[in-house]
């Protein structure tokens, strides 16, 4: 799908040495609807949709850059303290 405009929330991975998606965010324009023929009426004008399409959160990638960026060198993972009401801290 063609987005019109998308956004990115990447993480740096040390052990693959790159940034990954963690989420993603796109307005695609009326390009879905165009396809799928949704439209809504505006008084007496027809029109095409705008669509959205949105990733919460890819759970693994985002595991593995909390435990990858905090870990001690014993080996333990210090939890972000911003994220222990999120982790059962």
């Known amino acids: ?3 019109a405009r998308k956004y ?5 991975l040390p052990g693959q040495q790159n940034y990954r998606e963690l989420a993603s965010c796109s307005h695609d324009s009326d ?4 396809r799928l023929n949704i439209k809504y009426k505006d008084g007496k004008k027809k029109a095409l949709i705008h669509t959205m399409n ?3 959160c890819a759970i693994g990638r985002t595991l593995i850059a909390i435990y990858e960026n905090y870990q001690d060198s014993d080996g333990s993972i210090a939890i972000p303290e911003v994220l222990w009401p999120y982790m059962g801290g």
């Open 54 to 56: 949105s990733t919460a």
């Open 31 to 34: 390009f879905q609807a165009r």
């Open 8 to 12: 990115d929330l990447e993480a740096w």
């Open 1 to 3: 799908t063609p987005n």
